[in-house]
């Protein structure tokens, strides 16, 4: 009689740990068909003085290739995905194109074992930004304003002679002694004039008497 009591106790109880078992498993299996973020390096809110090369996200569930999406965008909304995301197990993986300094957010879409997507994002900051390109070396000088184009002046012309200033006589081709040879026949004319008018004198005089 003991014994029978003893079996019937036994078999309620194991009864009674299914039940509890059963119970507790229950609630967590819709729980666990839904996909989630762990993870992520940079974490949310970080704030970094050097790029990292690339962002990666941890989920609870692998996240499917052809479900998940991830984009990352910098100051001013622009594009800042380096690549294509890799997968690993349940982490993922996004090349990072750092730009200026400034908020950057890390969107993310994955899918999830009961065909609902799960949708977040991260958010982290860059205290430093990429430098500016430096300008060009071979860049072409800027031309030189032309002498007679936007000249709000008079402009002179380089053969003219400057106001004021003197006139040079134009060179005759002369030389010194063209000129000396001139000189001497006019004194010789002027002496065959003054001989000749002394000897009509003469003999006007040398007449009258």
């Known amino acids: 009689m003991g014994g029978s009591v003893a079996r019937v106790a036994r078999t309620r109880l194991a ?8 119970s507790v498993a229950l609630p967590a299996t819709p729980a666990a068909a839904h996909n989630s973020l762990t993870g992520s390096d940079p974490r949310n809110g970080a704030r970094l003085a050097a790029a990292p090369k690339r962002i990666e996200l941890r989920f609870l569930a692998t996240p499917a290739p052809g479900t998940t999406k991830i984009t990352v965008t910098g100051p001013g909304n622009v594009p800042a995905t380096g690549g294509v995301p890799t997968f690993s197990g349940n ?6 194109k750092a730009g200026a300094a400034g908020l950057y957010i890390v969107d ?3 899918g999830s074992v009961d065909g609902h997507p799960v949708t977040g994002e991260i958010r982290f900051s860059l205290t430093t930004g990429t430098p500016a390109a430096p300008p060009s070396a071979t860049a072409p000088p800027s031309a030189a304003p032309s002498a007679g184009a936007g ?5 002179t012309s380089p ?3 400057a106001s004021g200033s003197p006139v040079s006589p134009a060179p005759t081709g002369e030389s010194s ?18 001989l000749l008018g002394g000897g009509l004198l003469l003999r006007r005089r040398t007449t009258r008497r």
Do not use: I, K
């Open 108 to 110: 993310y879409r994955v």
């Open 91 to 96: 982490r993922v993986s996004v090349p990072f």
């Open 177 to 194: 002694e063209e000129r000396g040879a001139g000189w001497f026949w006019l004194l010789a004319a002027v002496v065959v004039l003054l």
């Open 15 to 22: 009864v009674l740990g299914v039940a509890v078992g059963v």
């Open 159 to 161: 053969t003219a002679p």
């Open 151 to 155: 000249a709000t002046g008079p402009t």
